[in-house]
């Protein structure tokens, strides 16, 4: 049921300026972090998400995306801090719809107290479509096994009764940048179109020479008597349709390029993108050349050795040479926030800076607000 106009509008009233809350956020960065040890700890924080859902951040659920249900994979890496698992939780509450499906998959490297603080809080706040596997993977950072986690997510997907039509495979270092709405609105108009980026070709691969090594050399690979172009999409994370989710799964070629690129580093960089430049792969690249309009991404980050522009990443702090975003980045992303270009930016770590998502999210509240006077100005005239 709609609030009254009076209401609606009276949130607006107060909202902060960016000068104040880029003075807030900055307070906040590089706060000493906890490790968490104790069982207390674990326990209170564990059960403090009886107040997430009661709070008002992206409380409003329009008929749009009540019709058009997303999954989504969410990689989780175990993290010693507290602030972690924190940022872990944020995510999730942000992600989370009755109608979603989210698959996290915890590290099988993760200590049992940790995952369980994740699991605890997942299904005491948000029980219903919330799917954590129990047979997780190993995950190496780069390694093939990150390849082998997302599809361990996303086979659970598929077999999960549920009508979702789009996932959208992602790490727990997102930050986010547009309302669920927005997601909706775009995978509505991309109409059974992967949101996926083009790679470029390489080379033929000898997966015995090149053994946990990155491909970067032009050439054809012969699999299953089939010769396709290896790729590699250059980017953390991608969308998917329903049907090329079955078809990662049913497709010979995709069985055996799986197979080929089990000791290959990063082997998920190359896999999705691979597949999705099949002629025969359902919302493959064929059918988004139709397209007359561009679709936005999923997800950006900003390698240390790209990087020539002063305004990006100006704290300058890098983790495996990706630019982790601070208050300093708060321009730019707030740029492509209200353009609605990307869904997602990589990386954003809560114990290096927690104010850049206070900042982002404040404003996506703001913006849930304004779908929901909108919905009830249109439904009232």
């Given amino acids: ?10 949130c607006f009233r107060n909202r902060p300026t960016r000068s104040q809350m880029v003075a807030v956020t900055r307070s906040r960065q590089r706060a000493p972090q906890k490790p968490l040890t104790s069982r207390t700890s674990w326990h209170r924080l564990s059960f403090e998400c009886s107040s997430w859902p009661l709070n008002d951040t992206f409380h409003y659920n329009s008929p749009v995306e009540k019709q058009f249900p997303i999954a989504y994979v969410v990689l989780i890496h175990h993290q010693k ?20 499906l989210i698959c996290l998959h915890i590290d ?20 219903k479509n919330i ?22 997510c996303l ?27 927005d997601i909706v609105e775009a995978f509505k108009k991309a109409n059974g179109v992967n949101i996926v980026p083009f790679g470029t070709d390489i080379g033929m691969i000898d997966n015995s020479t090149f053994t946990y090594k990155q491909i970067t050399h032009k050439a054809i690979v012969s699999i299953v008597d089939n010769r396709i172009k290896i790729t590699d999409r250059n980017g953390p994370t991608s969308a998917f349709s329903r ?25 998920e960089e ?35 050795q790209n990087n020539d522009d002063p305004l990006i990443c100006r704290a300058k702090h890098y983790r495996h040479s990706i630019c982790v975003v601070s208050t300093s980045d708060i321009n730019w992303l707030e740029q492509r926030s209200e353009a609605r270009s990307q869904f997602f930016h990589n990386k954003y770590i809560s114990s290096y800076n927690k104010g850049i998502m206070d900042y982002i999210e404040r404003n996506l509240v703001f913006r849930n607000e304004n779908e929901e006077i909108n919905d009830y100005l249109s439904v009232s005239s």
Wanted: charged share 20%.
């Fill in 270 to 304: 190359y896999f999705f993108s691979t597949l999705n430049n099949l002629p025969e792969a359902p919302g493959g690249w064929l059918k988004r050349k139709q397209l007359n309009f561009e679709l936005p991404i999923v997800s950006t980050r900003i390698f240390q």
């Fill in 243 to 267: 049907d090329f989710v079955k078809f990662i799964f049913s497709s010979p070629k995709a069985i055996a390029l799986r197979k080929y690129l089990q000791d290959v580093m990063s082997a």
């Fill in 131 to 152: 799917l954590i596997p129990k047979k997780s993977a190993k995950v190496v950072y780069a390694s093939p096994s990150t390849l082998n986690a997302h599809l361990v």
């Fill in 1 to 10: 049921m709609f609030l009254s106009v009076t209401v609606l509008f009276s």
């Fill in 81 to 100: 801090s507290k602030s972690a698992v924190r940022q872990y939780m944020r995510l999730l509450k942000h992600l989370y719809r009755p109608q979603n």
């Fill in 108 to 127: 099988r490297k993760a200590p049992e107290k940790w995952r369980q603080a994740i699991e605890k809080f997942a299904r005491t706040c948000y029980p």
């Fill in 155 to 181: 086979k659970e997907l598929l077999q999960y009764n549920h009508t979702w039509r789009y996932v959208i495979d992602l790490h727990g270092t997102e930050l986010p940048l547009v309302t669920n709405r």
